[in-house]
């Protein structure tokens, strides 16, 4: 039996492009309280959603959190959401739990995306070792602009097959290897128009004027009802 199982590392990747060009020793913005609040309610009204209302039921959704920052995620975040959802501290238990599975179709998120509602679906059907989605759209959220979308290289949307006793961490920076060399991995490419990125004020790597969102191509807003449940307009 595959299970699948999303993942988001939801402030445990510090970018090292949201210091630049401010002072030494400024703390990096995933840490402070203004961040986690403002991407909490990102994760909550858009990627929590996406997964929620996946067409495939049997998923896991892994949701993996800096120990040292409890004291603010605990507040930020939902409690008890769905059995399925699972906030991660430590490796052992959730590790543990997967296990049980002969094999796991790891699919990763991060948490101010979203999934359309068939995506999961898509990745169990292909057999692939690696899949990935290229060609999405995005959602500016401050102008409710959408476009087309192609992702860097793999981008933040793509699955793998393994046996979950090969797992040993979750962490971004150790168990996947960087979106751009997923593409050398040789991974199966899915249809279109199964994610959303989303443009907002605090992005790492996401911005209206960047060469991957194709701003000469608008998408009408009906377009987008049947494949995201109207989270996008």
Not at 6 to 11: D, P, S
Not at 45 to 68: A, E, K
Not at 79 to 90: A, G, S
Request: hydrophobic fraction near 35%.
């Amino acid at each position: 039996m595959t299970q699948l199982v999303f993942w988001t590392a939801f402030n445990t990747f510090q970018s090292e492009k949201l210091l630049r060009g401010k002072p030494q020793g400024t703390p990096h913005p995933v840490t402070t309280r203004e961040w986690t609040i403002g991407r909490s309610a990102l994760w909550m009204r858009y990627t929590l959603q996406s997964i929620l209302r996946q067409s495939v039921r049997n998923w896991l959704y892994v949701v993996l959190l800096d120990p040292t920052l409890r004291h603010m995620t605990d507040t930020a975040l939902p409690q008890h959401i769905d059995p399925r959802v699972i906030y991660c501290y430590e490796d052992s238990p959730i590790l543990m739990r997967l296990r049980q599975y002969d094999e796991i179709l790891m699919a990763l998120i991060d948490g101010d995306d979203l999934y359309g509602r068939h995506a999961g679906a898509a990745m169990l059907a292909c057999p692939a070792k690696w899949t990935y989605f290229r060609h999405g759209y995005c959602l500016d959220q401050r102008t409710r602009e959408v476009w087309h979308y192609d992702t860097i290289g793999t981008g933040p949307f793509f699955g793998q097959r393994l046996d979950p006793k090969e797992l040993l961490a979750f962490d971004r920076d150790k168990r996947h290897p960087n979106h751009k060399a997923v593409a050398e991995l040789n991974p199966t490419e899915l249809g279109r128009g199964h994610f959303c990125v989303m443009l907002h004020d605090i992005n790492t790597s996401s911005h209206p004027a960047m060469r991957y969102v194709k701003r000469d191509r608008p998408v009408p807003p009906e377009k987008l009802t049947s494949a995201f449940g109207g989270l996008v307009p």
